[in-house]
């Protein structure tokens, strides 16, 4: 056996079989490249785990690294550091680029902006190229595979024009098609819908969705925020350093910029259930995202019964009142019925980019109101 590189690796590949519901796995994946300028780096020690079933989608400012990241996972480019797992294969280590390049035809789907088809080829032919490539059904088999496939998508009827003569949506089902023709149970999509109008990438999203109705797992990078509403998880990247998806569904207004700072300072703690997380009249320390699980903020009546005023759940927050007024808190959060999770993020970071987000400090202050009056909390300024 090959004596382990290092201790992240052990660690990695452990990990790797202990999620059999992984099909992606990336384990501290560092990429730089070099310019005449000297090296730069483009991703940072990436983490992601997505499991198999899920449709993701991932954004990010440009030259943030998305492109970058997707050819880490698809082994179009190799990473200066780390390890990629897909659907149960370390797709770098001890592999060549030609068996890579098989392997790639046989369980990955790849669709980009700028469709790619063969010009001289018919739609039907490009969507045959996959399997010759690989060798995959009988010879004979292929065109109808192929044609059920451009039914699918809709094109039928196109199947014997070339490229140029259907319209760039059509060009993209076609190139879809074509990425579907092995029935990889991986999809990896570059900014499908960047050259389309709005009803040809609704078309898309609506055969991604059947996709995923199947089984596929479907990775889509994609500027479009009425997409990304589509998708189970939303990934953020900024500088080459994912953001934690947790922060980014709890504060969405935030600049990219201070959710993957928040993403360094916070501390992930977890609770017990019914543990108490904020006791009433304590000093307020930390600004709480709950990750997983569910917490209920309990207020004493003047009779000092208890009064479990709202439960709180995956993406909300709490804590915020007395960070932004400043003070004790006015309540007792604990922990549900089960376990949960929270991020924990000091006040004085809190407070500090709250100054500097006027719009998400606007965001969290309606929330806040909406709870007050919900609940007819009694104004706590006012205590
Ligand atoms: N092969 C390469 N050689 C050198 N630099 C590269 C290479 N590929 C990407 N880069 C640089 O890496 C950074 C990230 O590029 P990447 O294409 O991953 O960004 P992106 O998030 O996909 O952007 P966009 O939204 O514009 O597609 C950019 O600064 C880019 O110039
Ligand atoms: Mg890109």
Not at 140 to 160: T, Y
Not at 192 to 201: C, E, F, I, V
């Amino acid at each position: 056996m090959k004596a382990p590189r290092s201790p992240r690796t052990v660690d990695s590949v452990r990990e790797a079989s202990s999620s059999p519901d992984a099909i992606i796995q990336l384990h501290g994946v560092a990429k730089r490249f070099a310019n005449a300028a000297g090296e730069f780096t483009v991703l940072k020690s990436v983490d992601l785990t997505i499991k198999r079933g899920e449709f993701v989608s991932i954004v990010g400012k440009s030259g943030s690294g998305k492109s970058t990241l997707l050819n880490m996972v698809t082994g179009i480019d190799h990473p200066s550091e780390g390890q990629v797992i897909v659907n149960g294969k370390d797709i770098y280590t001890g592999v060549t680029e030609s068996q890579r390049s098989n392997w790639r035809g046989k369980n990955l789907g790849i669709v980009f902006q700028f469709f790619q088809l063969l010009p001289m080829l018919t739609l039907l032919e490009n969507v045959m190229l996959p399997m010759d490539y690989v060798d995959m059904y009988g010879f004979d088999e292929r065109p109808e595979r192929a044609m059920e496939l451009l039914k699918l998508v809709g094109l039928e009827k196109f199947a014997n024009k070339l490229p140029i003569l259907v319209s760039t949506g059509q060009q993209q089902l076609a190139a879809i098609a074509r990425a579907m023709a092995c029935d990889p149970p991986l999809l990896i999509a570059d900014e499908p819908t960047g050259n389309l109008d709005t009803k040809s990438a609704d078309t898309i999203i609506g055969l991604f969705e059947h996709f995923v109705s199947q089984g596929k797992t479907i990775v889509m990078v994609t500027h479009d925020p009425s997409l990304t509403s589509r998708t189970h998880r939303n990934i953020i990247i900024s500088d080459g350093e994912l953001i934690d998806e947790t922060i980014a569904r709890s504060l969405p207004q935030l600049r990219h910029r201070h959710m993957l700072e928040f993403t360094k300072l916070v501390e992930e703690r977890t609770y017990q259930p019914h543990e108490t997380i904020i006791s009433r009249n304590e000093p307020a320390d930390y600004f709480f995202m709950i990750r997983s699980g569910e917490v209920e903020v309990i207020l004493q009546s003047k009779k000092k019964n208890e009064n479990i005023v709202s439960r709180l759940g995956d993406g909300e927050f709490f804590g915020e009142m007395e960070l932004l007024k400043g003070g004790k808190s006015i309540a007792n959060v604990r922990a549900g019925k089960k376990p949960v999770e929270v991020l924990a993020l000091p006040r004085a970071d809190f407070v500090r980019v709250m100054n500097e987000s006027p719009i998400t400090a606007e965001a969290v202050a309606k929330i806040v109101q909406k709870r007050l009056e919900a609940h007819r909390i009694p104004d706590y300024r006012s205590r």
